[in-house]
């Protein structure tokens, strides 16, 4: 059993080295870009649609609600950046189920990167919508004093998005492995469906998460 994918080795040399986490990350993103590409480039306006179209069309639809209900006032705009973090955190619980599969997810480098993403792409939705000047104004508000706190809670924000999906991933992925190791032949089908649905709801809670901050970045800051 392995704590993380980055102890997972595939080629080194010197300083360089490629592991389970670059492999299966490049590997998915490959998957995900692939499988938008055919299921996109046939698609039909009419009655007649291909179930692929359909699923396609109730997540994005699914998506684009739970943004709208979380206050932004135009989903779409933000649906590429949201849309593409929750399918990527989801479809890396999904392919568990492949044998010698690791999820990036449960590599405190990928998280990071994607709260990375997150720290950069909210005070950019924050700088369109209201300007420069009034979006930084907001960290002065209600006083100047608020200033350092203001930029520290930015700072441990990222920090906890970055932590949490870890910990979560990483701890469900242990535990599922203690438990089919001690059980091998009772559980196994019901706590890989398990661990999947634990991933499902990261991928969800995640994406709620960034929807919040940008919406804060946004609305609140007018």
């Known amino acids: 059993m392995h704590l993380s994918p980055d102890s997972i080795i595939f080629w080194q040399w010197g300083l360089f080295k490629i592991n389970a986490t670059i492999i299966f990350t490049w590997g998915l993103m490959a998957v995900l870009t ?11 306006r009419g009655l007649k649609r291909s179930r692929w179209q359909n699923l396609l069309e109730i997540i994005v639809i699914g998506i684009v609600n739970q943004i709208s209900e979380v206050g932004l006032a135009r989903p779409r705009l933000y649906l590429g ?7 990527f955190i989801g479809s890396a619980s999904l392919f568990t189920i492949v044998p010698g599969f690791e999820p990036p997810t449960g590599s405190l480098s990928t998280t990071t990167a994607l709260a990375i993403c997150v720290f950069i792409a909210v005070p950019m939705y924050g ?7 009034a979006y930084l104004g907001a960290y002065l508000k209600p006083t100047v004093i608020m200033l350092p706190f203001n930029i520290i809670s930015e700072f441990s924000r990222t920090l906890a998005l970055a932590a949490r999906l870890f910990g979560n991933m990483m701890s469900g992925t242990m535990i599922l492995a203690v438990l089919l190791s001690l059980t091998p ?10 661990g999947l649905l634990t991933g499902i709801v990261q991928a969800y809670i995640f994406s709620i998460l960034v929807t919040v901050y940008i919406a804060a970045a946004t609305r609140s800051r007018q």
């Open 34 to 44: 692939l499988g938008s590409y055919l299921v996109t480039r046939r698609l039909s």
């Open 127 to 133: 700088i369109s919508d209201c300007g420069l000047r």
């Open 81 to 87: 950046f949201i849309g593409t973090l929750f399918l």
């Open 185 to 194: 032949f009772l559980f196994p089908i019901a706590l890989s469906a398990l």
